[in-house]
């Protein structure tokens, strides 16, 4: 058929999570509570690292620029998903469901990148503690920031250029709560076996490089601690218990869905809320629950805000 005898599609149709009043209920809450506390949780990282001055290191400066991020990923879809739960049509335009789906592999694929330049800075943290301020220099924290910003970017643009212009006759029904590639592509009125498995496997490819990776530095940061002590490697797997918790957590649910190119089911919708409402939420408490001068910063950040609304309600 050629493009013109096409009905265009102008606008998809959710088919949500459930169709079950007291299911969806339970999902508003619980979207609603972790969303607040991603969104509460991460703004506090953010804002604790740029005001303390003593957690203006390398470290910090990524945890920082990950909580920004993760900012973005709940605010991306979580919104949407949650006034939708209630509306018995939920619609998003043809050019809506495209930005989604670009901002989504957008802040992603920068994820990732920050949880390798995190992985790399605890390597040198550990491995090369003598070297570490001339290696992860302001200059060097820069460029591993640029990169991944640059690199999501490119991941999310390459993946776009498939499908942007694909001829769409309808049906127009998504069995999603968001737009991402494997159901849009299914949607198209032409054959795109050869695409879906390009697109997803462009996903999965880079998700399973990412784990490999990380995994890889984290047991070779092991490895060189019991080289050098035997007694240092469960102070060295206590640090590292929260990286790789952040990267199960979040690489678990993509790595499942992405490496199956032609397959989608209901539980992929499942994993989608893990990965996108519960993962945000839970970074904050993970990558503080441990660190001590995190958290005395946090409670001093706290304070002055105390303070501060004090002084302001007295001047008023």
Not at 86 to 100: D, E, L, P
Not at 234 to 258: D, E, N, Q, R
Not at 261 to 281: G, K, M, Q
Request: with cysteine; proline share 4%.
């Amino acid at each position: 058929m050629d493009k013109e005898n096409y009905s265009a599609v102008s606008e998809f149709v959710f088919l949500g999570l459930s169709n079950s009043w007291d299911i969806q209920l339970f999902l508003f809450v619980f979207s609603s509570v972790f969303y607040l506390a991603s969104m509460l949780g991460n703004s506090l990282i953010v804002l604790t690292v740029t005001s303390d001055p003593h957690l203006h290191s390398p470290m910090y400066f990524l945890l920082a620029n990950l909580s920004f991020i993760d900012l973005g990923m709940s605010s991306v879809i979580s919104p949407k998903m949650m006034s939708d739960l209630f509306r018995k049509h939920k619609v998003i335009s043809f050019y809506g469901c495209i930005t989604q789906m670009f901002f989504i592999h957008l802040i992603g694929g920068v994820e990732m990148l920050l949880l390798i330049a995190m992985a790399f800075d605890r390597y040198v943290a550990i491995c090369k503690p003598l070297h570490y301020l001339i290696i992860m220099c302001p200059r060097m924290c820069i460029l591993l920031l640029a990169a991944a910003w640059i690199i999501g970017f490119i991941h999310s643009v390459a993946q776009l250029a498939f499908v942007v212009h694909l001829p769409f006759c309808g049906p127009n029904e998504l069995d999603s709560f968001y737009c991402d590639f494997p159901r849009f592509i299914k949607l198209a009125c032409t054959d795109t076996y050869r695409l879906q498995f390009i697109v997803t496997a462009n996903s999965g490819f880079m998700s399973l490089c990412v784990f490999f990776i990380l995994i890889s530095s984290y047991i070779s940061i092991l490895v060189t601690v019991q080289k050098h002590s035997s007694g240092g490697v469960s102070k060295a797997l206590s640090t590292l218990s929260a990286h790789i918790t952040v990267v199960v957590l979040f690489l678990g649910p993509l790595i499942f869905v992405y490496t199956r190119p032609h397959a989608t089911s209901r539980l992929d919708n499942f994993l989608a809320v893990f990965d996108v409402v519960l993962t945000p939420s839970l970074n904050p408490i993970i990558y503080t629950l441990r660190n001590k001068e995190m958290k005395v910063a946090m409670r001093r950040v706290c304070s002055q805000f105390v303070s501060f609304r004090k002084i302001s309600s007295g001047i008023w």
